[in-house]
């Protein structure tokens, strides 16, 4: 955009930023808050529970607008009735929405799981393939959930996972000024070693569980206090 000329007779009204400024986040400050997430959760996995690449992309597909625990309950069942692609691919449509209907959006999601089931018979053998422009490709398949398959289960470091949690505390810490998942990835790919995209996402998704709870944050007992500038938050009482 051009700026105005020096010279110009009168001078225009600025133009609101709607969150376009980047804030600078120091490194050194990066790193800490890197190193104490590896304090405290020493041991970062994916709270889904899976056997195979087929059923951590299924129980990734179903986690969209839902808690990982209640996935956890329908899908022992599911698996169990579908227990590879094939089987999937050849379901009917208002049986898979009947096992998880408890999940919500349970017709789009059974048609999302049906899509991607038949999309892995078709060009691939009804194997996971360990590419994300491959699993992007497959209906209903997101860069949120290829990057969950392919870092829990490949631990291949294509992106960073950013879900609700991820997206609020990366805007809390001051790691990011921007609201659309694809822009905080951008933002978050560029602060962190490429060794700690998988590992990061999965530690504050617990962080988010147990410490800074949306409603709420337990502030005075973070481990990140101290480096957290807390955007949006309202001041600690003295």
Known sequence: MTGLSLHSTFAMPAKKRTGSRKRKVAPETVSEILERLHKTYPVAECALIHSNPYELLVATILSAQCTDARVNQSTPLLFKKYPNARKLAAAKQEDVEEIIRPLGFFRSKATNLLGMANGLMERHGGEVPDTLDELVALPGVGRKTANVVLGTWFNLPTGVVVDTHVR???????????????????????????????????????????????????????????????????????
């Open 168 to 238: 609020r505390i990366s805007q809390l810490l001051g790691l990011t000024t921007a609201k659309q998942p694809e822009k905080i990835e951008q933002d978050l790919i560029k602060l962190l070693p490429e060794e700690e995209w998988i590992g990061f996402s999965h530690r504050l998704i617990h962080h988010g569980r147990r410490i800074c709870i949306a409603r709420r944050p337990k502030c005075r007992e973070c481990p990140l206090l101290d480096v957290c500038p807390r955007v949006g938050l309202p001041p600690l009482d003295e």
